[in-house]
């Protein structure tokens, strides 16, 4: 059985930072999308970051425009554990935050089409 848990979220000022993380069990990365999401109140959840590990152990990242430079997703395989490195916040940024494992889908990664997910962390940006 899968379960993927998310920590790390909580309020920070606008600049500020914040390392979101996501432990796996009963999940292996190899050959698979790992993703956070998020969704922010009255409004629909939205891809943010997505990490492909190949077999081999290459990496591919996806990120969506208005994160990129911003936020950098990555992973530990000794932990079980995918990050993602929030920088420059803005109050744009807060929502929940979801952990997303398993694409099952073609095209975008940044999609909504994961087998399995997290519970979410709330992220609260102040201006």
């Known amino acids: 059985q899968v379960q993927l848990v998310e920590s790390g979220g909580g309020s920070v000022q606008a600049g500020g930072s914040l390392r979101l993380s996501c432990k796996a069990s009963?999940?292996?990365?190899?050959?698979?999308?790992m993703a956070w999401f998020r969704q922010a109140p009255g409004k629909e959840r939205e891809g943010v970051a997505a990490?492909?590990?190949?077999?081999?152990?290459?990496?591919?990242?996806d990120y969506a425009d208005s994160v990129k430079g911003r936020f950098t997703i990555s992973q530990d395989s000794a932990k079980n554990t995918v990050y993602l490195q929030m920088n420059s916040l803005k109050s744009e940024d807060t929502a929940v935050y979801y952990c997303?494992?398993?694409?099952?889908?073609?095209?975008?990664?940044?999609?909504?089409?994961?087998?399995?997910w997290g519970q979410g962390t709330q992220v609260t940006v102040s201006s």
């Open positions: 997303a494992a398993d694409f099952k889908a073609g095209g975008s990664p940044l999609t909504v089409a994961y087998n399995y």
């Open positions: 009963g999940y292996s990365y190899w050959g698979k999308y």
């Open positions: 990490l492909y590990v190949s077999y081999a152990g290459g990496r591919i990242t």
